[in-house]
């Protein structure tokens, strides 16, 4: 089974520019989440998909930010313009529906790291 | 608001040590906690998932437990060893519909040969 695999791996960016993150989720996995880590900070949850639709954005740290999952299989998250204090490690993380999920745990990609400078 | 702690930020053991890593969250009222391993560069990868109504839960050389009263999770590794050198984070559950994590900062552990 192909893991959760995340693009680009580094970003390096100047501030101001867009950079679009893409993770593409284990096959069969409606849920899809995306986490933030910045230096010297704990991972942060940013959004959840449950297949196309968000289920939970409360993490999104401003309009800033767009996340998208057409057709319920790889999302992207868009940052546009960015900022210095986007900088960090985003990770995807994906996991199955219902009593599989909370049983089985997550499954997360290698995360993008992107640098704003 | 949940709040996740672990302790200590950083470990050196030397190889063949048995040793505790600690977690302590502030709200009881959590689905489940899961420990995770992150090596430099990579990804999370999964050690060990423990619900809410379990207590403890093995995996090879690693034991966590799970004390939802007192809001305290344990990660137990027999007889490390210098593979084991990772980032060790800890997250618990807060919500069985979203599946949102609420993540430590990790503990840095270094197994000296």
């Known amino acids: 089974e192909a893991g959760v695999t995340q693009f680009p791996s580094h970003s390096v960016i100047e501030k101001g520019q867009t950079v679009t993150l893409r993770c593409d989720p284990i096959s069969g996995h409606d849920n899809l989440y995306w986490y933030r880590r910045v230096m010297g900070k704990e991972i942060k949850f940013l959004l959840h998909f449950v297949k196309e639709s968000k289920q939970d954005e409360s993490g999104m740290p401003n309009n800033r930010f767009l996340a998208e999952r057409t057709g319920g299989t790889y999302s992207t998250l868009k940052v546009q313009p960015a900022e210095l204090e986007d900088s960090g490690v985003y990770f995807c993380a994906s996991s199955p529906l219902g009593g599989r999920s909370l049983r089985d745990g997550y499954t997360f990609g290698s995360g993008t790291r992107l640098t704003v400078v | 608001k949940q709040e996740v702690t672990q302790i200590p930020a950083a470990l050196s053991v030397p190889e063949g040590e048995n040793l505790v890593l600690n977690c302590s969250f502030t709200?009881?009222?959590?689905?489940?906690l899961q420990w995770f391993r992150q090596d430099p560069g990579k990804g999370l990868t999964s050690l060990l998932l423990i619900q809410s109504s379990q207590r403890e839960q093995t995996s090879g050389r690693l034991n966590a437990s799970l004390d939802k009263s007192s809001g305290r999770s344990t990660l137990y590794i027999a007889a490390s060893q210098p593979g084991d050198s990772a980032t060790y984070l800890c997250a618990v559950s807060i919500s069985g519909n979203t599946g949102k994590l609420i993540f430590g900062q990790g503990t840095t552990l270094q197994v000296k040969p």
């Open positions: 709200d009881s009222a959590i689905y489940n």
